[in-house]
């Protein structure tokens, strides 16, 4: 008995003089290279409610939060405090005209009650921002839903866009969102989707033009102002594309923040 005692220690001391397998520890692959861990991004997500027709479209925040948590991301979420431009019953397709909701509290519905008033969000505080899309983004955030090319953009939406702007930090948008960037940040790259509706497939095809109106250039990534966007929904196609799509537009957010 002593003696495979005495084994054991012996195979525990011999396993204690290697360095445990790659990837075991957080901090393995830092003290490896003599380096402290690289700090996670801090990302703010902008919600416009909660509802593609009325606020925020929820597969494109839940695939947002994926991608970011994948990406390792700290992330905290925020919306403005004001009513919703109107309430949507989501069957119908129709506004419930004796409806009223708040934004904030739409929203806090997807960040599971976990999220901040707009006006507190400070680019100083965050390396990165992004704007899912949902017709609140054209609604709530603005007023491009009526007014086109002609839109006022939220007074915090506008800020927060500037700052993080100024600050050389990356924003990324989706779907109708990259619209509060053209409209805010003149000259800016940005994409909706096609400028043709090809059969159906592009069914928002017109919003392009109203970018271009606007000032804006379509792209993907606009490395000159760290603007990254994505079509979306704005494109009828499989949920896993759109989800893909999303997953490059986090990615290459991430990857603008050095971190």
Not at 126 to 142: E, M, R, V
């Amino acid at each position: 008995m002593a003696a495979a005692g005495a084994l054991v220690v012996s195979r525990l001391a011999a396993a204690s003089a290697f360095p445990p397998r790659w990837g075991q520890t957080p901090f393995l692959r830092a003290a490896l290279h003599g380096s402290a861990p690289r700090p996670a991004a801090r990302v703010a997500l902008v919600l416009s409610g909660c509802g593609v027709y009325d606020g925020t479209e929820i597969h494109e925040a839940s695939a947002i939060l994926v991608h970011l948590s994948r990406g390792g991301a700290e992330v905290q979420i925020f919306a403005p405090d004001v009513p919703q431009m109107h309430v949507i019953d989501h069957t119908k397709g129709q506004p419930s005209e004796s409806e009223t909701r708040n934004v904030l509290t739409e929203s806090a519905r997807i960040a599971r009650g976990k999220i901040a008033d707009l006006a507190t969000l400070s680019a100083a505080n965050h390396d990165a921002a992004i704007f899912p899309g949902g017709f609140g983004a054209a609604k709530n955030l603005s007023t491009f839903a009526v007014d086109g090319k002609d839109c006022r953009v939220n007074k915090d939406v506008e800020r927060v866009l500037k700052e993080f702007h100024a600050a050389g930090k990356p924003v990324g948008l989706c779907c109708i969102a990259p619209v509060l960037a053209a409209k805010v940040l003149r000259g800016v790259e940005v994409t909706v989707g096609h400028e043709q509706e090809e059969g159906g497939k592009w069914p928002y095809a017109g919003t392009a033009e109203a970018i271009k109106a606007l000032g804006a250039k379509h792209s993907h990534v606009d490395l000159k102002n760290k603007v990254v966007t994505t079509p979306a929904f704005m494109c009828e196609t499989a949920l896993h594309h759109i989800h893909d799509g999303i997953g490059a537009m986090v990615k290459k957010v991430l990857e603008l923040t050095g971190k």
